[in-house]
């Protein structure tokens, strides 16, 4: 099981600049590419699946790539600020064929994510469409932003 | 089952199959091919696809797919990427004959999976040797 831990930097709040970065990121991987033979992503950790990770003022979002995964393969648990994901993708029962490609992985897969803040376990709802899981956490009220008013005498 | 963990497999982008108009990322998606006596299927992961948005073409022995995405604004700020939404394409050449009329698509938790029957003119036939 590995864990990944979030990273205490943040990204200026400038409307597309990851986006940007992160376009520029692809196209230096592809230049570098063809001196390494195939390079991998810097802020990857590697373990499946790969996730997405977005946050407002009151939730933090959770998307992760899971194609070929039925929800009763997949366990998902909320222990404190750590999201843990596991499942297994299982082969194909495919018989007495033979195979010209095999590119799909299958296995089973564990992953930890600490959280940048607490969530209400109890409210976090989990959804799954055409291989994409989502995962919607709310967060605690004491954690939400407050606005604070000023009275003027 | 032996134990195997999963890793993460970078998605492959397309490299220069003329340039797309939508400003959006074309990956290349993982298949696997196998091979019955009557039928070819083809298995491709591409999440995030829905089923209506999968386009397959077969142009003689050319067989084209393509899966578009939604593309929709996220939810809040970005603190933690691994992998990218993006289009996927691919192109195989299939060398055996195929049945068109009956080549069926489905799509299941973000995996499609082609079945092309073989025409009957592709199918094996057993040989059997006479002895004299």
Known sequence: MAIFRYPNWRWPEIPGALEDFERARRQMDRLLSVFTGGVSNPTSSGVFPPLLVTEDE??????AEIPGIKAEDLDISVVGRTLTLSGE?????????NYHRRERKWGSFRKALTLPEDVNADAVRAECKNGVLKLVLPKPEQVKPRKITIKSE | MAEK???IEEKQEVQATGESTRNVPVFVPAVDIYESENALTLVADMPGIPIESVDIDLDSDQLTMRGTIAMQDEKGKVIFREYTAGDYYRQFTLSSDIDRDKIQASMKD???KLVLPKAEAAKPRKITIQSS
């Open chain 2, 5 to 7: 963990d999963l890793q």
């Open chain 2, 110 to 112: 973000g995996v499609l």
């Open chain 1, 58 to 63: 009151n939730t933090i979002y959770v998307e």
């Open chain 1, 89 to 97: 993708r299982k082969p194909e029962e495919a018989q007495n064929v």
